[in-house]
Every structure is written in C-alpha cells, then in structure tokens.
C-alpha cells in the first residue's frame, strides 16, 4: 500500500513485530504493509509560541538546553508609570520641536522685513538720485503730462464746445516750451 508524508511532516514506522522502527521516513511517497506496518506521522513545522518572560529569553532556554536562533518580540507591555512618562516626553518634544519652529519662522519674517526696508530706502535713494539730475525737466514733464490730461477730459465734455488757443490755456504750456 502507498501512503504520503506531507512537507513539513516526518513519518516513522510501526512494526507488530518488531516495534518502533529506528529510521525516519522524509517527504514524499512510500510504500507498506497494511497489516503488518502503521505509520505515524509528526508534524515538524515550526511555530510561534507566545512565552511571557521578564528576564532574557535566551539565557532562560541556555539553562534547560535549548539553542533559541530568532526570537519575534509579538506583544509588549509596560507598566502604567513607563507609558506615561513616554508619551509625556513625546508631548514635550513636539512642543519643543514646535517653538523652534516659530522661532526660525519669526527670525526668517524679521529677515525678510530687514530686507523690504533695505530696498526701500535704495528705492528712495535713486529717486532722490534721479530728482536731482533731472532738476526742473520732471517737474515741468509732470506739469505737461496733467495738462494733456485735463485737455482730453475737456474735449470730452458736452459744455465745451472749442478749446481755446494762447499763452493762457493749460497753464501757459506754448510759453513754457519756447
């Protein structure tokens, strides 16, 4: 008769006669005697065990001779006293983390003011810069530009019907110009 061991599974045989057979039968399939053999078959595979432990897990398997090579840490708990001083410290170190932050946001605005002020005041130079040398010529440039102004706003008006002509008119503009 066939039988199969499954992976992750051992066999070992049966013998009426003889007893427990010695050897280990692997994966796979194999043959036997119905009435003669009876496998048994274990299962191998390992598995997580959950072991509450205070002290080192490894030294507490040494002392009973077991080779522990991966240990998976599941589930941890502390006592109510450690998990409050750890969140009150995670607190204080946002709160910490957020001052610097304000700190570095007013120090970055305070540059940028200095900065706004400093081009200000170039600003401010060049046009006293430009005043100066153009003298008279951008004042009586000014003077032109609002008499064209108040000129087209006249000509649109329904009360006036002609502009007149001469050394009055739009603050003696053809006087200034000679």
């Known amino acids: 008769m066939l039988y199969n061991v499954d992976d992750g599974h051992r066999d070992v045989i049966f013998d009426h006669f003889q007893g427990v057979k010695l050897d280990v039968i692997e994966e796979g399939t194999h043959f036997m005697i119905s009435w003669l053999h009876r496998p048994i078959i274990f299962d191998i595979r390992t598995r997580p065990r ?44 946002h709160d910490v983390e957020k001052q610097r932050f304000l700190v570095e946001k007013m120090e970055q605005s305070r540059q940028a003011n200095v900065i706004a002020a400093e081009d200000d005041v170039r600003a401010a130079d060049l046009i006293g810069k430009a005043l100066d040398e153009a003298d008279d010529d951008l004042i009586e440039l000014r003077r032109i530009e609002a008499a064209e102004g108040i000129a087209n706003q006249l000509s649109k008006s329904r009360n006036i019907v002609y502009l007149p002509h001469g050394p009055q008119m739009l603050l003696n503009i053809t006087g200034a110009m000679q």
């Open 50 to 93: 959950s072991v509450p432990s205070i002290t080192d897990i490894k030294e507490r398997a040494a002392q009973f001779g077991l080779l522990l090579d991966d240990i998976s840490t599941t589930h941890l708990s502390f006592k109510p006293e450690f998990t409050s001083a750890v969140e009150f410290k995670q607190v204080v170190h």
